[in-house]
């Protein structure tokens, strides 16, 4: 059996080679989307980005966006058949909008809720955009409502996607179990042993229960 904790529809696209599929990485945002991005580049994989949200203090490494993503609500599909064999990133509220007519294998990063929370929070305080007056307890049922709405739809399409937990959390702890079970799910011979370097422990600023 396959490691780690994936979804049953991982047997259906075993053995299958990167050029066939469409990789995506996807989550809440400020789950550690960037640095998994930044993993699988370093195992091989192309990303699929086009440099137009540029690093900064939130995401010192880069961003690995590419914004046509954005427009899948508008039908934009056209730059689909280019991202075959390649990783984007795909955030969870657009992540419904992939069509049929593609192979994906998406990798959803978890992190502790309250991470996600504080590490938001500081990133809109920086930008002059926070608005303080929507409390923590109601953000958090909102977004685990979303989480509970996109997953529930994602796994009625098992039929063409499939579809991997990792952990944020258990990755910055040093975790080889989740690199593997990353490995083991993207097959062709990705290499866990190249990306286990990449996870950057210093970009693990807002840990739970630790002061925003």
Request: proline share 4%; glycine share 8%; net charge positive.
């Amino acid at each position: 059996m396959p490691p780690g904790p994936v979804t049953r529809t991982y047997i259906n696209q075993f053995g299958m080679k990167k050029q066939d599929y469409i990789t995506v990485v996807s989550g809440l945002p400020r789950s550690g989307t960037s640095m998994m991005m930044s993993m699988l580049e370093a195992a091989g994989f192309e990303v699929l980005q086009d440099g137009v949200r540029t690093a900064d203090e939130d995401n010192p490494k880069g961003y690995y966006e590419f914004e046509r993503v954005k427009k899948l609500t508008e039908g934009d599909v056209a730059w689909l058949p280019d991202a075959v064999g390649k990783v984007v990133k795909v955030i969870s509220r657009l992540l419904v909008e992939l069509p049929p007519g593609y192979r994906y294998k998406v990798i959803w990063m978890r992190r502790n809720i309250d991470e996600i929370i504080a590490s938001q929070k500081k990133m809109l305080v920086r930008r002059g955009t926070y608005d303080d007056s929507v409390k923590d307890d109601e953000i958090r049922r909102m977004l685990l409502r979303h989480v509970e709405k996109t997953l529930s739809t994602i796994k009625e399409r098992s039929g063409y996607i499939d579809l991997i937990f990792t952990n944020y959390n258990k990755l910055l702890g040093g975790s080889r179990e989740e690199v593997d079970a990353l490995a083991h799910f993207l097959g062709g011979g990705v290499s866990a042993d190249a990306m286990m370097p990449v996870v950057d422990k210093n970009l693990y600023r807002n840990r739970a229960g630790a002061k925003a």
